[in-house]
């Protein structure tokens, strides 16, 4: 079975400047969750989807959008970048409730 | 809010030596429990998870980890460690029920010298 794919894997952006990042789940799973990891501040969720549906949403500002596709991919954009928002964004998948996340490799995304 | 605390930022240890980090949550409810592994270079694995039932966990790579719910804790443990565990370790929670919102701690790097 194939993992977590995210696309692209880099990426360089200028402040002001949007971006969307891709995350394709393992086959059958319909969760997919996003979270950002940098040095300061950790991992931190973003937001999951399920059938298509904002499940749960972290604690970050609505320029942090995403969507999810009904064959379950799902896309996150960041609108008006900030050089804070540099970062790897990591997508995760699982089969549902009380099942583990299966993690892609990331996005590593550089604001300049 | 749900938060949780890794008590050591870098630990350092020789081969075969006995491995134990801290991890500590805060939340009045049933929680799910997890540890996460991040190679470098690499995907974060799962290492083990704790759902309910026996508090004792055992997970891949001979780890191992105890949920005491009376400390909120959740630590991991290995026995005797190899060089091939160097990587960064982090523990995780969620409230039983919601598991795509994982709660992550802000991680230990291990580096265990040959």
């Known amino acids: 079975k194939a993992g977590v794919t995210q696309t692209p894997r880099y990426l360089i952006k200028t402040r002001g400047q949007q971006v969307t990042l891709s995350c394709s789940p393992i086959?059958?799973?319909?969760?997919v969750s996003w979270y950002q990891q940098t040095p300061g501040q950790g991992l931190q969720f973003l937001f999951e989807?399920?059938?298509?549906?904002?499940?749960n949403k972290g604690n970050f500002p609505g320029r942090f959008s995403g969507r999810q596709f009904s064959n379950s991919r799902s896309e996150m954009n960041v609108s008006t970048l900030e050089l804070g928002d540099s970062a790897l964004y990591l997508c995760?998948?699982?089969?549902?409730?009380?099942?583990?996340?299966?993690f892609g490799p990331g996005t590593r995304l550089t604001v300049l | 809010a749900q938060s949780v605390s890794q008590h050591n930022h870098h630990v350092i240890l020789s081969e075969a030596a006995s491995l134990e980090l801290g991890c500590n949550y805060s939340?009045?409810?049933?929680?799910?429990l997890f540890w996460y592994v991040q190679y470098p270079g690499q995907h974060l694995q799962l290492l083990l998870k704790?759902?309910?039932?026996?508090?004792l966990v055992k997970g891949i790579k001979g780890f191992e980890a105890e949920f005491i719910k009376s400390k909120f804790s959740f630590n991991l443990r290995k026995p005797s460690v190899q060089w091939s565990d160097t990587a960064e370790y982090f523990c995780?929670?969620?409230?039983?029920?919601?598991?795509?919102?994982?709660?992550f701690g802000k991680g230990t790097k291990l580096s265990v010298k040959p």
């Open positions: 995780a929670v969620t409230r039983t029920g919601s598991q795509g919102n994982l709660i």
């Open positions: 704790y759902f309910s039932g026996d508090p």
């Open positions: 995760a998948s699982s089969a549902g409730q009380n099942n583990e996340q299966f």
């Open positions: 939340y009045g409810g049933t929680v799910n």
């Open positions: 086959s059958g799973h319909r969760s």
């Open positions: 989807y399920f059938s298509e549906t904002q499940r």
